[in-house]
């Protein structure tokens, strides 16, 4: 579905947050950095490599690269705050993401209201997704099919809790959302899925 439809459940969308070129240039780095799997949290605070919830690569690109991507994002914290109600004190660092071929995470939120839970697991307000390429039935280079990042629980009611709405990805789009959200990203079917993610975190509500 296209990104603007999800405006009406009150994601915020942001097209062109980064350009082509700077599309590009980040892909690349990711491209060349694929490094560790990513993780998943277990009960309790520790993190496993679980490719039976999660399967996807953490890439390393450049201290600048990152550091840019951090500060684009920071100057989005007033606005995303006003825009979904929520005091906010800090960033968690971005992640690359790089999904091939089969690569997925199941559904899942990214934060939890749970006291008991490390901080590292309540602390997040609100999550942001910035694509770096797009996802297209028409194979090229720089594309993908599947992939897509689907938001459950839209309608607000439980009989549709089950419901997926898939979004379609586009190179520069930024989406955020509550970090609560259950969310997934469904099998990638062709080509190399790259994104980055981080989150604004606060004190637990």
Known sequence: ??????RNFGLYVERDFFDRDTCAR????ARA?????????????EYV???????????RVSAASEALVQRRLMELKTTLERHFGVTTNGI?????LVYRQGDFFRPHADSSRNPDAPAIATGRRI???????GERDV????????GSLT????????????RGFPLTGEPGLLVAFPAQRVHSVTPVTRGTRFTIVSWLEGDLA
């Open 127 to 133: 999550s942001m997704v910035v694509w770096l390429n």
């Open 1 to 6: 579905m296209n990104a603007d439809f999800f």
């Open 92 to 96: 968690r660092p971005p992640q690359f």
């Open 26 to 29: 980040l892909r690349s780095e």
């Open 49 to 59: 490599v679980n490719e039976e919830i999660r399967r996807t690569q953490l890439a």
């Open 139 to 146: 194979p090229d280079d720089e594309s993908y099919s599947g």
């Open 151 to 162: 938001f459950f629980g839209l309608m607000n009611d439980a009989r549709a809790d089950d």
């Open 33 to 45: 950095g694929v490094g560790d799997p990513a993780t998943v949290r277990q009960q309790g605070a």
